[in-house]
């Protein structure tokens, strides 16, 4: 298939550095963290949003689907191109901080900007986002985070990414620019509110790049809470420990909070050189030499060796203006906690996660090379045993299938604001890498193992197990974030909702070019 035509035209509006076709290229973009798929004709990397609303234009105007990709470090599909007839845009180019505002307490930022790069820029200034970033965050793109659903650090009190956007830009699928938020006014006004009128911007959330190509996002900041604490408990049961998450989240406890199944924990990468790497960012933090010295001291007598075999634990951080504030809620955690079957224990998970925000992306894969592909569903609180009954109910029968081609999994649990129980079974299986598993993760720590044979035969089982996984939530009528390609969005919609985003689609995408398949919203034929 020759695609001479959209070449040269991506060329005459980007210039020849900006648009590859080598297979390098088109293979890195061809699959993500777990989702194999087609090449594109040409990946293009454009620094502004001009470029990016040309590149479309360019696209569209002769047929091409379009496909937003930031970090690539997703595991649903949501930039897979399922045609040779796409184009791939990188959004690694738009990379600027473009303004930030002491006062207002605003950031604005191009899309392909990552978490780490707006923790680096606020942090001297007393700053931060509410929502502070993923795990990822150190290669997590804005644009790919707000399509995606993106949550963890700060997510228990202030939500995920999706809460703290204030205003959006879009480039559509006939090259246009859409702003939202105050910038949808013809009167240039500051990114200071989001609903003047109806929700422009929220349209544009969660959204998987369906609707456009995000370019620039604008954020409202917080001021840096002066004291953090935090708090570590162990139990027996993942009921009780849901039970205790659950009643902290309520309560307003803790900016995150999350459980780790027993061989969870196990997967965190703690060796000397980071434990000391870790030591030192926590001594930079504590505020202070007195705190300084008791943050060292609790690290050390935590160590890694804290928790009791066979336990799942629970971990949060606290933060707020004063010391006797953090350590009143750490005081309420506590009690909650072993009111519900905990016990206290050394909290070096949560100190260390904090202390190295966005350290690496060594986490892509497991300690010891192997791959993972996670799933997720969103529950109301009351309904937290019932989802994990019910997906210990599924995969009991799968065990003697799982044990023959060595696939296993582990669950991480958390809280999404007050009202939100989120589920995220892990499945892990050794197997040959991905292009961005070699890409991300450090070459030092690639080299600490040997990379795995294929495994044809355990990729497919924890293909069908999350197939087995997505079907279960959408039984129970659970919402998930990171929908993708994976989760059955569109057929869970009733016929009024999907009428109205396919009238939505419609009028922004008419040819369903900008990324077609993501949440179910095919190309039409």
């Given amino acids: 298939m020759s695609h001479a035509d959209v070449l040269t035209a991506l060329v005459a509006a980007l210039g020849a550095e900006a648009v590859r076709t080598d297979a390098d290229a088109l293979d890195f973009v061809a699959s993500d963290v777990h989702v194999n798929a087609r090449r594109p004709a040409a990946v293009v990397r454009p620094v502004d949003a001009q470029g990016v609303a040309a590149a479309v234009a360019a696209a569209t105007s002769r047929g091409y689907a379009v496909l937003p990709r930031g970090g690539g470090l997703s595991y649903t599909g949501g930039y897979a191109p399922q045609s040779e007839r796409s184009i791939t845009i990188d959004m690694g180019g738009m990379n600027r901080i473009l303004s930030i505002s002491e006062q207002d307490l605003t950031i604005t930022v191009q899309a392909g900007v990552t978490w780490k790069q707006i923790q680096d820029a606020l942090k001297p200034l007393g700053l931060r986002l509410p929502f502070i970033g993923t795990f990822s965050g150190a290669g997590a793109s804005v644009g790919g985070g707000l399509g995606q659903g993106a949550l963890f650090f700060g997510s228990a009190r202030y939500g995920s990414a999706a809460e703290v956007v204030l205003g959006i830009e879009i480039a559509l699928a006939d090259g ?102 870790t030591a030192v960012s926590v001594a930079r933090g504590a505020g202070g030499a007195i705190k300084a010295v008791k943050a060292l001291a609790s690290l050390a007598k935590g160590g890694m060796d804290f928790i009791p075999e066979g336990h799942f634990s629970l971990h949060l951080t606290a933060a707020g203006r004063t010391p006797g504030a953090v350590e009143a809620d750490l005081a309420e955690a506590h009690r909650i906690a072993t009111e519900a079957g905990g016990f206290a224990v050394a909290p070096t998970i949560p100190r260390v996660a904090r202390a190295e925000l966005f350290a690496n992306l060594n986490g892509i894969l497991g300690p010891d090379g192997g791959r993972w592909a996670a799933l997720n569903a969103k529950v109301a609180h009351s309904d937290a045993r019932r989802l994990i009954a019910a997906f210990d109910e599924m995969i009991a029968p799968w065990q003697a299938e799982m044990d023959k081609h060595g696939v296993h999994y582990t669950r991480l649990v958390s809280a999404l604001a007050n009202h939100c129980f989120s589920f995220e079974p892990v499945f892990r299986w050794r197997d040959t890498l991905n292009p961005i598993h070699r890409q991300a993760a450090e070459p030092g720590f690639l080299a600490s193992f040997p990379e795995a044979a294929a495994n044809p035969e355990a990729r497919a089982l924890v293909d069908t197990l999350r197939r087995e996984t997505v079907e279960l939530f959408r039984r129970l009528g659970a919402a998930s974030n990171q929908i993708g390609r994976t989760y059955p969005y569109r057929e869970a919609l009733t016929p009024e909702a999907d009428a109205l985003l396919s009238s939505i689609k419609q009028a922004l995408d008419p040819q369903g070019l900008i990324n077609p398949g993501v949440l179910g919203f095919a190309r039409p034929s």
């Avoid at 620019?177 to 509110?193: D, F, H, M, N």
């Avoid at 989001?194 to 998987?208: I, Q």
């Avoid at 002066?226 to 803790?254: C, P, V």
């Fill in 176 to 277: 246009s620019l859409l702003r939202t938020g105050q910038g949808s006014l013809a009167v240039e006004s500051k990114p200071i509110l989001r609903t003047f009128g109806p929700d422009l911007t929220g349209l544009f959330t969660h959204d998987c790049g369906m609707f456009g190509i995000k370019t620039e996002a604008s954020f409202r900041l917080i001021r840096t809470p002066s004291e953090t604490g935090f708090a570590s408990f162990a139990f027996r049961t993942i009921e009780e420990a849901a039970d205790a998450l659950s009643e902290i989240a309520r309560a307003d406890l803790a900016e995150e909070v999350y459980i780790l199944d027993p061989s969870a924990a196990g997967t965190i990468d703690a060796d000397a050189a980071t434990m000391a790497k």
